[in-house]
């Protein structure tokens, strides 16, 4: 199982590191330096690397490499799985997942990976459970703590450890009853130079936040459930019940947690709402080139389009760009040769454009290859798979909760191939 | 507040301030230094010197204070094992406490601190929290035994732990059940062939239910180890199937890709005219696809494992070629690996769009991304002949680009696609001679000069073109300088009259100015055929070539079998069996993909110990990779050789037909049919040398050896004579002698005890220091009655191979320990390592010849046994008793080569080669393991088991 786990700056320092069972000498991180310096860019450090005694698996989330140490066989999405869970828990317990708050809380740091895992094993990964065991820090309890000197770990076995719905505590209150769901569609997808679609899929989750008191027994049922045949769902969702009549029926966890996630990937259910038209040429003689970009709605169901941003990376040659856009702002990065076109609201009465000159390095080949758009937006109230709640009911409890659903569309991978 | 203040302390007397924090009265005080010290310990200063401090701060009711010190102890406990005993009595005391969170993180620290002493209190306590009421203590308390079995595993064996181990499979909690399961399996991939995990219907049964109820990363436990569970029939595997199919709409991918393991395994079981069967293989595809929506290094591993999926099972994505078109800003380890199972994914019906999504991919930034795009391209051509032209089209796109890596890799695949369709595409030469000069790797060079040859009639200037690489010969590649010379030599043949002058040119840089064997071989093996027949020549160099398979770097069958049922592992990630890299700790076991028996249709699968044939139509061949020197020798005797021997001339025809004119015949000697590699006059000198010397020499042992006769092989294996280990001068008068033997699969020392003094001795015990291959006695020394003077006795010990392990010098030195009513008395012995072997040590070829490529060849070791006048048979049988099994034998002008493996009791792989010359006294071995220590052993072993009774 896990043997140990080096945290690593994109310096390339090891500034924590923790084993769970005898002691791996930093040493072995070399192999990983090795690695990463074959690779160039941080993010194509390959995830698996063999070392004569050990595998070094690692995952880089927030520009920190966690890097963990085994020596048998064990199936490596487990512990890729397990070090996103603690680069989540970071987050969560920190509010953000940095070189400089894990340093700034290196005991609850330390005191959390013995409390995720025993012996290379997982013991408690589930946020409400470690946060029984280990409060999170905030700036009053640490007065408080000072004050009155008691700790800030718990002294009684969480409830939820134990029993058959571990990711529930017992005796949960509020004055406020509350059950919130935010249904959340990302669409990847590339657009070839002609405008077609090439690929395009919707990855969708619902999130939920749920504050309610005492053994709430939730069931959440949709108007279209046929369009998910591909789901993944939170351990508290009763399979069975999913299987025979397509409801979510669970026990919810106290506080925010995903319920499932889901994947359409039929082309005909994906909607593409925007097109652009685009032309970037750059000239055989003389070094330049011109840039054309403009966009449009095209399947948006009546909704607006927000939030809209063009980001290009450019080919190395490009040394300046000259251009003007009709709405919006944008900027060049003459290092990195990225160009960000920020353009916010899409108006289809006049629709957004970006247009000018491309200046290359003197006596530079024509560039070869043809930067490829990432396409960012947002739409409000629309789930553009067409997945639609249509009732919550509760039951175990007498109270009556306020409920809502949100639905929200955003690009997540959108391409156009120029 | 934050932590960082831990850190600002650096002054000079920093330790010394600890220590009075630490001793304090105050609590608050006291918990801010515990945390003082951590920090300090976190970023790698020493703080040792504060324990007894921080130890005593360990009794308090302060739970988090609680926690701080067990941290400490369980970094600095190993280096201060006294001071840790110190400890031992809170410990004790917290695992008594009623509160079950003080129970189990007591047990759970005891387990971390890796000192063997604490081990010893350690039972108790932990025997009760096994049993304890609250299952948050139990499943601690499993944990913790596999915790004790890596610090001392005979300890856990002889304290019942694993059986209690065991029966908490059957809690009935499911947390515990999970917990069981993982200590047990991490225990038993130690120990090989134990049968901890005992699964029948029954556990099985038990698990499926903990399955449902048990926290993610216990479901990832429990479907690892049901993965190894082989059902009944198919009616069982169904209904594993049926309750393990929800864990694929699991959150966690590595739930979702262990399930798809188990049903990828048991799958293979059920009829496939089953409608549950197609029920079953639709539902595998959308879980794959959504791991590929993962976080890059999820992404990674999931298609590194459907590579493997799409080849087992191509059936199940063939639908979802899209969700493998490459994202721009994809990492490139994950690029790469889309673009192949894109091309595996390649068929009639998709080509069009994967040709397209291929072209853009072969503009894009990243340079070997490209080259593998443009190479892609090729393999379609390949795969799909209809696309063939528009494949071809698309390459010379590419080539007009003339981006020269993009160039180079399509001459490369273009070569391929002329091999495959042969007088099809020639018309693009033109374009291809164009771009000549701008080639320079060696991979596209070579290419270019094949087709150059392959075509010499077509292309007018061809012995031009051959001629300007012909310069600068010795600074190229062995690939280039081997392709040249053939090229050359096929123009020959075609246009023999312009280009003798050339071909005398190449044959005699070949021949005379390279130290490459294997170029001067085939210089050579061109030579003779050119002046012995040029009509043979002409037939053997212009013969009709194979073609070329479909489909290559496809993974050969049974290694994917085996590679299936390690979905979701390591293996599966490199695509190498377990034994290919893990070393030692784990035995090397075969997992095979279950064969469906019974229910009536067993037509399906006329030979049982073939799969059933899972890919309805023939998988093609898989075309070894060139260079592999020993795959095609062990291939000679499974088939009879085809084109792939060189066509020897059987007899010399002295200058019979001189073609080329002198120089050649004295150059050629008369050794054509010894080893290539040996020059001339060497012939066969060594073989004269030894039978006059061997003979007295060896009848010498050979009287030795019939002394131990009397003790010898009554089971066929080879047991050296006792010898005295312990003369009586040193050890009051106890004399000990003895012997190793492996009789029966069991270790057994035997010994002897003489009583050469003049009292009755009583009481005997025996111990053995921590030793290389882990042996311990596996019961007490049972020396019945007293020994009175001048008596002996003769024990048989059996030995496990748990007992703590430490590498010693030499490695099979035993140091030992033997204690009687007057004292104790220590000896050190050496054990022959061929006890070692264990039965099950037969390799099956492909993983030999897996193994042998893949252990370095700086771990190869060479000896020669001289004196034993053996041929390969009495050689094998007389090996095979000491369990050294033959795996393949072929025979190679005279020399009898065997090829053999042995197996340790801690899982190491040996693999020898035996070359024996029948009819001289001496064979010569070559040793290859991963722990080259072993290989002198070996020889040893080799030598006497070889030399041994060589008349009997």
């Known amino acids: ?418 | 507040m934050t932590d960082s203040k831990y850190f600002t302390t650096t002054k000079k007397g920093e330790i010394f301030e600890l220590k009075a924090e630490l001793n304090s009265d105050k609590k608050e005080k006291k918990k801010e230094a515990v945390k003082k010290v951590i920090a300090s310990m976190t970023v790698g200063k020493d703080v040792s010197a504060l324990f007894p401090d921080v130890v005593n701060c360990m009794q308090t009711d302060n739970l988090e204070l609680k926690k701080l010190v067990y941290l400490y102890l369980m970094n600095y406990a190993k280096s201060q094992p006294d001071m840790a005993i110190m400890a031992v009595n809170t410990f004790v005391k917290d695992c008594e406490d009623p509160n079950p969170l003080i129970r189990a993180l007591a047990v759970r620290t005891m387990g971390c601190i890796r000192v063997d002493k604490i081990t010893e209190y350690l039972c108790e306590p932990l025997r009760k929290c096994l049993k304890d009421e609250d299952p948050y203590v139990r499943k601690t308390a499993a944990v913790c035994v596999a915790k004790l079995h890596d610090i001392n595993a005979q300890l856990v064996e002889d304290q019942g732990f694993l059986d209690t181990l065991k029966d908490l499979i059957s809690d009935s909690n499911p947390m515990v059940v999970a917990n069981a399961v993982a200590a047990l399996s991490e225990i038993a991939e130690s120990h090989p062939n134990s049968n901890l995990l005992d699964l029948n219907p029954q556990s099985i049964n038990k698990l499926l239910t903990a399955l449902n109820e048990c926290t993610e990363w216990g479901q990832i436990f429990i479907l690892d180890c049901l993965a190894n569970y082989t059902p009944r029939d198919d009616r069982e595997s169904q209904s594993i199937c049926e309750r393990v199919t929800p864990r694929l709409s699991h959150a966690n991918s590595a739930v979702v890709l262990s399930a798809v393991k188990v049903l990828m395994k048991f799958m293979e079981m059920l009829p496939k005219d089953l409608d549950y069967y197609g029920t079953l293989l639709k539902k595998l595809a959308p879980p794959l696809v959504t791991l590929l929506s993962a976080e890059p290094e999820l992404q990674y591993v999931a298609l590194r494992n459907i590579n493997l999926i799409v080849q087992k099972r191509p059936e199940i994505l063939k639908h979802e070629m899209k969700v493998f078109f490459v994202k721009y800003n994809d990492p490139i380890y994950v690029k790469l690996e889309k673009l192949d199972i894109m091309i595996r994914l390649a068929s009639q019906a998709n080509i069009a769009q994967v040709l397209a999504e291929l072209k853009e991919y072969a503009t894009e930034v990243d340079v070997d991304f490209v080259r593998k795009a443009v190479r892609a391209i090729g393999r379609c051509a390949i795969k799909v002949e209809q696309s063939a032209e528009r494949c071809v089209s698309t390459l010379l796109d590419l080539i007009q680009t003339k981006v020269n890596y993009v160039v180079q890799e399509a001459i490369v695949v273009i070569k391929d696609i002329f091999r495959k369709y042969p007088n099809k595409y020639e018309s693009v030469i033109a374009t291809l001679c164009e771009n000549l000069d701008s080639l320079d790797e060696p991979e596209a060079r070579a290419a270019m000069i094949w087709i150059v040859g392959e075509y010499a009639e077509r292309i007018d200037n061809a012995d031009e073109l051959l001629e300007s690489f012909l310069e600068g010969f010795h600074d190229e590649s062995t690939q280039v300088q081997l392709q040249l010379l053939t090229a050359i030599v096929k123009l020959f043949l075609k246009k023999p009259t312009e280009t003798q002058e050339l071909v005398q040119q190449v044959l005699s840089l070949a021949t005379q100015d390279s130290d490459n064997p294997d170029l001067r071989d085939r210089g050579y093996i061109y030579w003779r055929l050119l002046s012995t027949d040029p009509v043979a020549a002409k037939e053997v160099v212009l013969a009709e070539k194979p073609l070329i398979s479909e489909e290559t770097d496809l993974i050969e069958p049974t290694l994917l079998e085996e590679l299936t049922c390690h979905i979701g592992t390591l293996a599966s990630v490199y695509h190498k069996p377990p034994s290919a890299f893990v070393e030692g700790s784990r035995g090397v076991q075969h997992k095979r993909l279950p064969v469906r028996a019974g229910s009536g249709e067993s037509s399906e699968s006329p030979d049982a110990s073939q799969p059933v044939g899972v890919v309805a139509d023939t998988p093609p061949a898989v075309i070894p990779s060139q260079g592999d020197l020993l795959g095609d020798l062990l291939n000679l005797d499974l088939a009879p050789p085809t084109s792939s021997g060189p066509p020897v001339v059987p007899s010399m025809q002295m200058g019979a037909m001189d073609l080329l004119g002198g120089g050649l015949d004295s150059l050629l000697g008369g050794d054509i049919g010894g080893s290539p590699a040996m020059g001339g006059g060497l012939a066969s000198a060594p073989a004269a040398v030894a039978p006059s010397l061997g003979a007295p020499a060896n009848s010498g042992l050979d009287m030795l050896f019939d002394l131990g006769g009397s003790v010898g092989m009554p089971s066929g294996s080879f047991v050296v004579p006792k010898a005295v280990w312990l003369p009586a001068m040193k050890a009051k008068g106890l004399e000990i002698s003895g012997t190793f033997a492996r009789r029966g699969g069991v270790l057994q020392m035997e010994i002897s005890l003489t009583n050469k003094a003049m009292s009755v001795m009583t009481d005997f015990a025996i111990q053995f220091n921590r030793n290389s291959f882990g042996l311990a006695p596996a019961g007490p020394l049972q020396v019945l009655t007293p020994l009175s003077p001048n008596q002996t006795t003769e024990i048989s010990l059996p030995l496990s191979t748990v007992g703590p392990v430490m590498k010693m010098e030499p490695l099979n030195n035993l140091q030992v320990a033997v204690k009687n009513n007057i004292d104790v008395f220590y000896f050190s012995c050496q054990y022959p390592i061929s006890i070692l072997f264990v039965e099950d040590g037969k390799m099956e070829r492909q993983v030999f010849l897996a193994t042998w490529k893949d252990i370095p060849n700086d771990n190869e070791a060479q000896f020669q046994i001289k004196d034993c006048h053996v041929n390969s048979d009495t050689a094998t049988s007389r090996l095979q008793t000491c369990n050294i099994f033959t795996i393949a034998k072929r025979t190679v002008e005279g020399q009898d080569m065997l090829y053999q493996s042995i197996k340790l009791t801690n899982g190491i792989w040996i693999l020898v080669e035996l070359r024996v010359q029948t009819g001289s006294p001496g064979c010569m071995m070559s040793v290859k393991c991963r722990a080259p220590e072993v290989a002198q052993l070996v020889f040893q072993c080799y030598e006497m088991v070889l030399k041994t009774s060589s008349d009997a």
């Open chain 1, 1 to 418: 199982m896990i043997h140990s786990l080096f945290l690593i700056n994109s310096a390339g320092d090891i500034f924590l590191e923790k084993h769970w069972k005898s002691v791996v000498g930093r040493s072995v991180c070399d192999y990983f330096f090795e690695a990463q310096e074959k690779a160039g860019e941080p993010e194509n450090v390959p995830p698996v690397i063999s070392t004569p005694h050990h595998y070094l698996i690692n995952i880089f989330r927030d520009r920190i490499f966690f890097v963990s140490v085994i020596q048998t066989e064990v199936p490596p999405l487990f512990v890729i799985e397990f070090l996103h869970r603690v680069a989540e828990t970071f987050q969560d317990y920190f509010g953000e997942c940095s070189e400089s708050t894990i340093k700034d809380n290196v005991v609850i740091v330390y005191e959390l990976l013995e409390e995720m895992l025993d012996n290379g094993f997982p013991l408690a990964t589930e946020s409400n459970i470690l946060k029984e065991l280990i409060k999170p820090p905030t700036i009053l309890r640490s007065m408080v703590n000072t004050i009155t000197g008691s700790s800030n770990v718990g002294a009684t076995l969480p409830t939820g450890q134990l029993s058959t719905i571990p990711w529930r505590r017992a005796g949960v209150k509020y004055t406020n009853n509350e059950a919130y769901f935010d249904a959340i569609e990302e669409i990847d997808a590339i657009i070839d130079k002609s405008g077609s679609t090439v690929c395009a899929e919707i990855q969708g989750v619902i999130d939920a936040c749920v504050k309610l008191t005492g053994m709430p027994d939730l069931t959440l049922s949709f108007m279209n459930p046929r369009l998910l045949d591909d789901v993944s769902f939170h351990p508290c969702v009763r399979f069975k019940r999913w299987e025979s009549e397509r409801v979510l029926s669970f026990i919810p966890p106290d506080g925010s947690f995903r319920l499932m996630s889901y994947h359409v990937s039929a082309q005909n259910l994906v909607a593409i709402p925007i097109y652009v038209k685009q032309n970037i040429s750059f000239f055989e003689s003389g070094s330049s080139g011109r840039l054309d970009i403009t966009l449009g709605p095209k399947q948006t169901m009546g909704k607006q389009v927000e939030g809209l941003t063009v980001t290009m990376h450019m080919p190395k040659v490009l040394l300046s760009v000259n251009l003007t856009a009709t709405q919006g702002t944008h900027k060049f990065d003459p290092v990195t040769k990225v160009l960000v076109w920020d353009i916010g609201k899409l108006n289809p009465q006049k629709l957004p454009n970006l247009k000018g000159s491309l200046s290359v390095q003197s006596g530079a080949p024509k560039p070869e290859e043809n930067p490829t758009l990432n396409i960012d937006f947002k739409i409000q109230q629309l789930a553009i798979s067409g997945l639609k709640v249509s009732r919550l009911d509760m039951y175990g409890e007498k109270y009556k909760p306020f409920k809502g659903v949100k639905y929200i569309t955003k690009a997540g991978r959108f391409q156009v191939r120029t």
